[in-house]
């Protein structure tokens, strides 16, 4: 078991959250630009390091009969 928490800074107001967001629950502001790391499944199936895509939220895999949401990313 790992004995780290991950969160996510504001690169905007600096404000620290856990769990991380996509969104700042405290300005709104989006961060991806300033930074933010984020694991999630590439829509392309030939994904290129550096190419600019968006965020989507989506069913990234099954368990049993249970869709499990997390990050599609797609062409910008
Ligand atoms: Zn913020």
Known sequence: MSERVYGSRC?????VSYPGHAVCPACGGEEFDGGLR???????PAPQIGKRV???I???????DRGIEGLIFVPA
């Open 11 to 15: 690169t905007a107001c600096g404000k």
């Open 38 to 44: 984020a694991t999630g499944q590439p829509e392309d």
């Open 58 to 64: 989506g069913t990234v895999r099954q368990v049993g």
């Open 54 to 56: 968006r965020a989507t």
